[in-house]
């Protein structure tokens, strides 16, 4: 199977800075898209920022500017730099990846475990 596991989560003042990091492992053929997403409490999951395999980037309006999304194929990492961080932007994150797995090949979408990213005003 293919595990996700996210790093870089914490508590920071408005204006500041974070970056979160996700390392994907496990019986990995190839990944076609990966992405951050979040869940503020009482709201639903949304998406943040994906990046294709040859890096084009999506972003959700609210972090576009802000937000910067990485990925090393390589290392099959992806990260978020996350400036300007807002109070709004409190939620756990999530990392995704669309991931073809091997023996047999087949596409499997995976989760990480989410880290929290907290924001004081």
């Known amino acids: 199977q293919v595990q996700l596991v996210e790093s870089g989560g914490g508590l920071v003042q408005a204006g500041g800075s974070l970056r979160l990091s996700c390392a994907a492992s496990?019986?990995?053929?190839?990944?076609?898209?990966m992405g951050w997403y979040r869940q503020a409490p009482g709201q639903q999951r949304e998406l943040v920022a994906t990046?294709?395999?040859?890096?084009?980037?999506n972003y959700a309006d609210s972090v576009k500017d802000r937000f910067t999304i990485s990925r090393d194929n390589a290392k099959n990492t992806v990260a978020l730099l996350m400036n300007t961080l807002k109070p709004e932007d409190t939620a756990v994150y999530y990392c995704?990846?669309?991931?073809?797995?091997?023996?047999?090949?087949?596409?499997?979408?995976?989760w990480g475990q989410g880290t929290l990213v907290t924001v004081s005003a």
């Open positions: 496990g019986s990995i053929f190839s990944i076609n898209d």
């Open positions: 990046i294709a395999r040859r890096g084009s980037t």
């Open positions: 995704n990846a669309n991931t073809v797995v091997a023996t047999p090949l087949r596409r499997l979408e995976v």
